[in-house]
Each structure stands twice: as C-alpha cells, then as structure tokens.
C-alpha cells in the first residue's frame, strides 16, 4: 500500500493534504464535516475549494499511506451521524503534518528573505 | 435542481477503480445530496452541481489513470492551460463542445438501447437458454404466416416428443375483468394463461405465494390466479393478507395464490396476473386450431442446433402422419432474445450505424475547426519550439485541449443521452420491447467516454501533429514566422538585455492570453529572448504551460 515509516518521504504535501490533515489535527470529522471546515473561510483551510471528488482522492490516498484512518462513528451519535464514517489523524500522520510544517517554515524562512512577507516581530 | 442529480453522481462514480468505489461511493453519495441541500438554500444549486459533476468526472478519471498519486504533474498543467485557453475563446470552445455534445449523445443513446435490447440478457436465468417455439405457414399451405401460434395437439405431441429441452410452457394472452363484485369498481387488465411449465422454464416462481398446484392444472380445477408484483402494489396495496383471498375475476370468485417477483412481466411488461392454461390430452382441440404460445429450455447438454435437429425429424413425421395440415406448415424454434428483441432488431442497427456516421461527421467537422484555428496558432507554437519546448511536449499540449473538449463534449452527450432515452420511454414505452429496463448504466457511460476517447483522437491527433512540426528548422514555416516577426527587434545591447530581464514576465503574459494584434508586437521581443536564453542555463528555460522549470 505505498506505506513508509519516513514523513519526508511524503513531502511536500499537496495543498488538498495539507489542509485536510490540518482540519483533522484540530478534531476527528466525518467527511462532511471536513468539507464545510477546509472551504470555511474561517476555519484552519482558510477557505480552499474542496470539490467532492478531490476530498475522496485525498482520502483514499492519505488512508493507504496510513496518515489518517477512519473509525466507527462515536456510540452517541444519532441519525445521519451514526451512518457517517469518522477519519482521524495517525501518529504518522502527526509526523508527516510537522514535517511539511517544518518545511513550509523553511519555505516562509526564504521568502522573508527576498522580503515577500514581513520580518518577523517587526512591521 | 431542487432535486440532486443523484443517478449521475452514481453514473460518474463507475469512473473511478473499483476498490475506490467499493470504498467510498456510498459515502460521496451522500455528502452530494447534503452539500446540494445547502447549495439549494444558497440559491446557486447548478453552480455548485456543475462543478461538482466536473471534479467529479475530473478525479475519477485521474484516480483510475494515476492511482492515489497527487495531480498537477506535466499533463494535468497542460489541461489547466488548455483550459485557459478556450476560455478566452468562449465561442469557439461553446461550439465545438454542442456539436461533440450532440454526436457522442445520439450515439449514447441508441447504443444504450441496442445495449439494453439486443445486447443483454433477459432477465431470467441463463436466458441464453430459454427459446421460443413457433409454427410457421409457408406459401404452399395457402398461408402465408412467418409466425403463427401453435395447436393444442402440435404442443402436446412435441411436450411428448423432445428430449433436447427440458421444460416446455405454454401460454396464451388474454385480457380479463377484475372486480365488479359489491366489494370493487371493475378494471379491465391484461393477462397470461400459463402451463405449470411456464414456471419451470423461465425459473420464476411467485414470492410470496406459489406456482399453481398440479391440482389447479387439471381441466375443471378451481379458479386460481397469480397477481404481478406492480399489480399486487397498486390494486391491493402490497397487502399480503391478500394470499388466500378471492377476489372476482371474470365475475368468478378466484383465490390469489402468489405474487411474482418485481420486475417480472412475461409475455409483456404490462400483464397483471396469470391465470392456469389448461390443456385436457384427452380433448386436446383441433389440429388445425392454433391458439397457445410455447417456449421451452434447452435440457442439460443439449444445444440450441440440436434441439433444433431433433424437432426438423418429428416435422418429417408429421409431414407423412399429416399431410393435409402439415403441408408447408410446421414448427420451429428461436432464441428467446431473438424473438422479444426480432422486429426492433434492423431498424436499431441501421440507428446505431447512422449515429455512428454522425460522430464521425462531427469529429471531422471539429477536426477542421480545430485546425484552422491551430493555423492562426502557428507562431505561438514556433514561440514555443524557439524556448525550448521539444516536440511532444508540443503535441501532448495540442492533444490536452482536445481532451478538454471532448470531456466536456461527452459529459453534455451523456447528459443529452439520459435525457433523450427518458424522453424516448416516457413518449412510447410500448414501441420498443423492454423498454422499462433501458436506462443510464455503467456501459453507456462507457459508451460516452469512449466515443469522447475517439473523438478526441480523430480530432485532436492531426492539429497535434501539425503542431509538432513547427520547429527550429529552417524550411519551417514556423521559424520562418519567428525570424520575420522579429527582423526589427532591438539591437541595442541595453535594449535586449532589459528586454531579457522581462522574459519571463513577458511569458507569462503571452501564455495567458489569445494571439492577438498586441501579441504580434511582442513576438519579436520573445524571440531575441530566446536567443539570449540559448546561451542560459536550459534548466531555466521556459516551455509551455509553465514558464519556468518548477520545482514542484
């Protein structure tokens, strides 16, 4: 299943990944739920279009890399949240989640350095 | 669009690998019909259901060419400039997508019927083994019938006769008069006598409820019937209490004995209930007197040739025992498919022929537009060539507008498709045998994609390979554009090298735009770019659909 134990294998993670595993990092969801919080504008996506089909994909391929796995909807759920199927965030996926984080820093690192964004602590 | 297009959501789904969909398709069900309720309440239902159709089309075919991995490599960027493209030429894009739409749609269509009608099995068991018995009067009889029902001692002589099928039934049409008691309105239906043996060859049996017993099938027996399942739900409310209960038919009291399983609609769709067809052997009727329909299977090692054999020798025989009746008149089987499907069968191929020619009338039409349009290309592509694009990057750019195309052009065919075979059923059900079971499907979504496939090869390969030829050689009428254009460019070295500086800037503008007018001027700036950057590291080079060589 394309499983590796190394996070960097996996970088960089495509913007979808990223955002669904930053959405998965704040609760487990179903995949409702993680389509309303990446495409809120609010929410840790900050408002990516998030299409059906794409958030499946991410799914499937985050679920065969062992980053998240999906679990039985929680016993008090009710109704149509009881037939939801949960997605969570693995150790791994933790792992793989810092990494891209440590490599976006770097990213953030360089851009400040051409002064795309401003230096930190100052304006 | 206040209701999801939930059967196209599923349609789309067989585009993804099965595992996938075993996985998932449930579950993006669903979450389509939620998010689409929102999208109601938003009051934007086709904007949300159009992109999601797309992404859906989009990633499904992207999950079966390219696995889990991520999209966005080399292809997936030529399609997002293609895309960018032909929205800058909306008419051109709009037109070519409407003829493609309705070439690939007449095509779906009809081959989703002749799919459904000639194609697919009957629903019943190894219908591949069920064949019809008819009679037949050649003109020497002083009839002329192809096919004709048989007589009570033919089907009974033959019952006893073969060996090469194993059950033989007999029925007969009738229509009958439900109800008119003190308890119900009478209602006129039609309906099927059946032999016990009905049952036996077709492998149906009634649910809940039974066959008819061998005591009901003796002449004199009492008065049984067996409701269809669409009957049993709309006269009796699926009430199951109504197993045992006598209800009037003919204005004889009648005891339902079972209810045939949904769907089943044997001699027609629209028979309401079966009653037993009683042949006495003792009294059989006359021979010349034709009335019961058979068809039987085909026993256990025993094939259709070989039925067919073992009845050409009783027809021997009778033609000696009988000669005044079975004198250019005789039995003969068919394939059950053959005969339920037989009168529709010309006509819907020389349909699917035509449609046929139809596609490929349009895709050479596209093909030609495609083409002109690609002439008036024809520096943008030198351009290219000059900045480093090799000749199938060119090529799969050329072909990736007209995958778009095409994918655009089949989703509009299969929509049109659907709509069309619904309009078709909904008009006239009775006007083509089975017609209650063609619907949308996985093979006509199949179907669609590859006419799409092939039309966008037909249409695409040519302006693709033209394109390719457009490189830095001499005698090219690509190159000879570029050195043309840029004879006046600017000489001064200052000049060239600020003008350097903008390449890339100057790149990424042409490539989001149309040629035009103001593209002509900069053609020349381009060009003596290009020769500057031949003397630049080739990892900077631009090439096409991304200026730059990223490192994603």
């Not at chain 1, 960089?12 to 487990?28: C, G, K, N, R, T």
């Not at chain 2, 999801?4 to 789309?12: A, H, I, S, T």
């Not at chain 2, 739409?101 to 194609?119: E, Q, R």
């Not at chain 2, 290309?377 to 507008?401: F, K």
Request: glycine residues 10%.
């Amino acid at each position: 299943m394309g499983m590796t134990d190394d996070p960097r294998a996996l970088l960089p993670l495509p913007p979808h990944d990223l955002h669904v595993l930053l959405a998965l990092l704040e609760s487990p969801r179903h995949a409702y739920g993680l389509s309303q919080t990446v495409g809120d504008a609010d929410g840790p996506g900050g408002a990516v279009r998030l299409e059906i089909g794409s958030l499946y994909r991410v799914l499937a391929r985050l679920t065969a890399k062992g980053v998240i796995e999906d679990f039985d909807p929680p016993p008090d759920a009710e109704g149509h949240e009881a037939r939801r199927r949960y997605y969570r965030i693995t150790a791994f996926g933790r792992r793989v989640a810092a990494a891209e984080a440590v490599r976006l820093d770097f990213v953030l690192r360089q851009a400040r350095r051409h002064r795309l964004l401003p230096s930190k602590g100052g304006r | 669009m206040r209701q999801p297009p939930l059967r196209l959501v599923r349609v789309l789904l067989a585009l993804y690998p099965r595992a996938f969909r075993r996985a998932y398709a449930a579950d993006m069900t669903r979450l389509f019909a939620e998010r689409h309720a929102e999208a109601v309440r938003d009051g934007r239902p086709w904007r949300f259901t159009l992109r999601a159709l797309a992404n859906l089309a989009a990633t499904g075919i992207a999950e079966r060419w390219q696995g889990g991995r991520p999209t966005m490599t080399g292809f997936a960027r030529d399609i997002r400039y293609a895309l960018r493209l032909l929205r800058r030429q909306p008419s051109f894009a709009l037109f070519v997508i409407l003829t493609l739409g309705v070439g690939i749609g007449a095509s779906t269509a009809i081959f989703s019927v002749v799919n459904t009608v000639l194609l697919r099995p009957l629903p019943y068991d190894d219908a591949d083994r069920l064949v019809r018995v008819w009679g037949r009067f050649d003109p020497e009889s002083g009839f002329d019938f192809p096919q004709f029902p048989l007589s009570n001692p033919e089907f009974l002589e033959y019952q006893a006769h073969t060996r090469a099928l194993e059950a033989i039934g007999a029925f007969a049409n009738s229509a009958v008069t439900v109800g008119g008691d003190a308890a119900s309105d009478p209602e006129r239906v039609r309906a099927a006598a059946f032999t016990a043996a009905m049952f036996d060859a077709l492998h149906v049996a009634p649910a809940p409820g039974r066959p008819f017993s061998a005591e009901e099938m003796q002449p004199g027996g009492p008065d049984v019937a067996v409701l269809s399942h669409g009957y049993w739900q709309t006269r009796f409310g699926g009430d199951a209490s109504v197993l045992g209960r006598k209800v009037s038919i003919n204005g004889r009291p009648t005891e339902v004995v079972g209810v045939m399983p949904e769907g089943f609609g044997y001699p027609s769709l629209e028979t309401r209930l079966w009653t037993p067809l009683r042949i006495d052997p003792a009294d059989p009727g006359g021979r010349s007197s034709h009335g019961v329909h058979a068809i039987a299977r085909l026993a256990d090692g025993a094939s259709f040739e070989s039925a067919r054999a073992e009845l050409a020798v009783l027809m021997e025989d009778w033609k000696v025992r009988f000669p005044d009746v079975h004198t250019g008149h005789y039995l003969f089987l068919q394939p059950l498919l053959e005969d339920v499907a037989g009168t529709v069968r010309p006509t819907l191929l020389t349909l699917l022929g035509a449609t046929g020619l139809v596609l490929l009338i349009v895709c050479a039409n596209v093909a030609s537009l495609v083409l002109a349009r690609g002439e008036g290309r024809t520096r943008e592509i030198a351009i290219r060539g000059a900045l480093g694009s090799d000749r199938w990057r060119l090529v799969r750019l050329s072909l990736a507008e007209s995958v778009v195309l095409a994918a655009a052009g089949g989703t509009l065919g299969l929509a049109l498709a659907y709509g069309g075979i619904r309009a078709l059923v909904a008009i006239d059900p009775a006007s083509i045998p089975r017609s209650v079971e063609i619907g949308i499907d996985p093979a006509m979504t199949i179907f669609a994609a590859g006419a799409a496939a092939l039309a966008a090869a037909l249409f695409g390969l040519a302006p693709a390979l033209r394109g390719a030829r457009a490189d830095l050689h001499q005698r090219n009428p690509g190159a000879q554009v570029l050195r043309r254009r840029g004879a006046g460019g600017a000489t001064h070295p200052h000049q060239r090298k600020r003008r350097f500086r903008s390449l890339d800037d100057d790149c990424r503008h042409r490539r989001g735009r149309a040629h035009g007018r103001t593209r002509r001027d900069r053609a020349g700036v381009v060009l003596l770019s290009a020769v500057a950057a031949s003397a630049y590291p080739r990892q900077h080079r631009a090439e096409p659909g991304g200026v730059r060589a990223r490192g994603r």
